[in-house]
C-alpha cells in the first residue's frame, strides 16, 4: 500500500503540483488542451481516433466510481470523482479504512489544511492521465520520441511508442504500447533511473474498454511491478 501510494505522489512529476496554496476563494481555471498535434505519429494518431475520435474527452463531464485493491492490503477502497478538464472543476469523494475524505477543485473558502489543497490538485492532474490513458498523448508536454518499435503483446501485433514528459530529468521514461491494428491503447509502462542498478517502475495493463460519452474508456487499470508481481487492480464504473 505505501509503494502504490507512492506512485500516486511521484507519478508523472505530480510533485511539482505540491506546492503552497492559499485558502483565498479560487475561480475554475479553464485549460486549453490540444486535442491533435501536426507532429503526431500515425500509430499515435490511430489512438486518439479509436479512443476519442471526435475529440470530447477534453470537454465533457466525466463521473465514475473506483474500486481500488492493492497486494499489500486487500482493504478496498472506494473513490467517486467527477472533472471536466476544459472548466477547469474536480471533485472526489473518497472513503479509506471507515473514513471519508473529499477534494475538490477549484479550492473551497473554507478549505485551509495545506495538505488536502494540495492533494486535491494532485488528484486532479492524476486522474486525468489514468482515465484519459490514450487520450492525452497530444499533450504539448509529451515529447514523443521517433523510434517506434514493433512488438507483441499477448501475442497481438502492436507498436511500442517512448516519450519523455517535462520536466526531462524528474520524471520517468514512460513506453505505451498500442494494437498496431485497432490503435487500441494495451499497455503503459514507466521506468525511473532506467538501465541503473536502482532502477524502478510499474506497468499497468488497459482494458476492456467501454464505450462513454462518445469515447473508448478503461474499465480496469491492472498495475504490476516490472518483474511482473501484482501490484494492485482498480475497477472503474461510468455513468452519465
Same mark, same amino acid.
Request: aromatic share 12%; glycine share 4%.
Given at each position: 500500500?505505501?509503494?502504490?501510494?507512492k506512485i500516486?505522489?511521484?507519478l508523472?512529476?505530480?510533485?511539482?503540483?505540491?506546492?503552497?496554496c &492559499?485558502?483565498?476563494?479560487?475561480?475554475?481555471?479553464?485549460?486549453?488542451?490540444p486535442?491533435?498535434?501536426?507532429?503526431?505519429? %500515425?500509430?499515435?494518431?490511430?489512438?486518439?481516433?479509436?479512443?476519442?475520435?471526435?475529440?470530447?474527452?477534453?470537454k465533457?463531464?466525466?463521473?465514475c466510481?473506483?474500486v481500488?485493491?492493492?497486494?499489500?492490503?486487500?482493504? &478496498?477502497?472506494?473513490r467517486t470523482?467527477?472533472?471536466?478538464?476544459?472548466?477547469?472543476?474536480?471533485s472526489?469523494?473518497?472513503l479509506?479504512?471507515?473514513k471519508?475524505?473529499?477534494? &475538490?477543485? %477549484?479550492i473551497?473558502?473554507?478549505?485551509?489544511?495545506?495538505?488536502?489543497i494540495a492533494?486535491?490538485k494532485?488528484?486532479?492532474k492524476?486522474?486525468?492521465?489514468m482515465?484519459?490513458?490514450?487520450?492525452v498523448?497530444?499533450?504539448?508536454?509529451?515529447?514523443i520520441?521517433?523510434?517506434?518499435?514493433?512488438t507483441l503483446?499477448?501475442?497481438?501485433?502492436?507498436?511500442?511508442?517512448?516519450?519523455?514528459y517535462?520536466?526531462?530529468?524528474e520524471?520517468?521514461?514512460?513506453?505505451?504500447?498500442?494494437?498496431?491494428?485497432?490503435?487500441?491503447m494495451?499497455?503503459?509502462?514507466?521506468?525511473?533511473?532506467?538501465?541503473k542498478?536502482?532502477?524502478?517502475?510499474?506497468?499497468?495493463?488497459?482494458?476492456?474498454?467501454?464505450?462513454?460519452k462518445?469515447? &473508448?474508456?478503461?474499465?480496469?487499470?491492472?498495475?504490476?511491478?516490472?518483474?511482473?508481481d501484482?501490484?494492485?487492480?482498480?475497477?472503474i464504473?461510468?455513468?452519465d
Amino acid at each position: 500500500m505505501i509503494q502504490f501510494l507512492k506512485i500516486i505522489f511521484f507519478l508523472l512529476g505530480f510533485a511539482c503540483y505540491i506546492f503552497g496554496c &492559499q485558502s483565498k476563494e479560487e475561480k475554475p481555471v479553464k485549460e486549453e488542451i490540444p486535442n491533435y498535434r501536426e507532429d503526431l505519429p %500515425p500509430i499515435v494518431q490511430k489512438s486518439l481516433d479509436f479512443h476519442d475520435s471526435s475529440a470530447v474527452f477534453d470537454k465533457s463531464d466525466i463521473a465514475c466510481k473506483i474500486v481500488s485493491t492493492t497486494a499489500k492490503d486487500t482493504t &478496498q477502497r472506494v473513490r467517486t470523482l467527477m472533472f471536466n478538464t476544459s472548466e477547469g472543476t474536480f471533485s472526489m469523494q473518497q472513503l479509506r479504512d471507515g473514513k471519508e475524505e473529499s477534494f &475538490q477543485v %477549484p479550492i473551497p473558502t473554507s478549505l485551509t489544511d495545506s495538505t488536502t489543497i494540495a492533494r486535491s490538485k494532485m488528484y486532479k492532474k492524476y486522474f486525468r492521465y489514468m482515465l484519459g490513458g490514450a487520450n492525452v498523448l497530444a499533450d504539448s508536454s509529451a515529447q514523443i520520441e521517433k523510434n517506434i518499435k514493433d512488438t507483441l503483446l499477448n501475442n497481438i501485433a502492436s507498436k511500442e511508442i517512448s516519450i519523455r514528459y517535462e520536466p526531462i530529468n524528474e520524471t520517468p521514461n514512460w513506453y505505451f504500447i498500442i494494437n498496431a491494428n485497432t490503435g487500441e491503447m494495451l499497455q503503459s509502462r514507466f521506468i525511473y533511473n532506467e538501465g541503473k542498478e536502482n532502477e524502478r517502475g510499474e506497468y499497468i495493463n488497459y482494458g476492456p474498454y467501454i464505450s462513454y460519452k462518445g469515447m &473508448q474508456l478503461t474499465s480496469e487499470l491492472n498495475w504490476h511491478y516490472l518483474n511482473g508481481d501484482f501490484l494492485a487492480k482498480e475497477k472503474i464504473e461510468y455513468w452519465d
